[in-house]
């Protein structure tokens, strides 16, 4: 998991925020902020806490998985060209594989 992450990290595909903008569950809303972010190809979000409506509009973008910090697992890591992730997930996703 370490050496999948700092793989992400080495070729720039970690993108850190301080905090997950606020999801109104329509894709076009989530396609514009991914546009936004520069992001392209498959992109994991992890996103902990109740993110339905970033769930749902994930749903209809084949390139976007939402997943919680404590699931994500290498096979995510690998498949995905970024990773989109909040500063206080990431200190979920180091707690959920320390």
Do not use: C
Not at 2 to 18: F, H, I, M, P, Q
Not at 58 to 85: F, K
Request: a positive charge; proline letters at 3%; hydrophobic letters at 45%.
């Amino acid at each position: 998991m370490r050496a999948a992450l700092s793989g992400k990290v080495r070729d720039g595909g970690l993108l850190v925020l301080e905090d997950l903008p606020e999801s109104d569950g329509k894709t076009k809303s989530l396609a514009a902020m991914l546009k936004v972010l520069g992001l392209k190809g498959k992109t994991l979000i992890v996103a902990g806490g109740e993110q339905d409506l970033l769930r749902r509009a994930a749903a209809n973008l084949s390139p976007v998985t939402v997943v919680q910090p404590e699931g994500v697992n290498v096979r995510d890591l690998l498949l995905h060209d970024t990773v989109l992730i909040a500063r206080r997930d990431l200190a979920r996703l180091e707690e959920a594989w320390a």
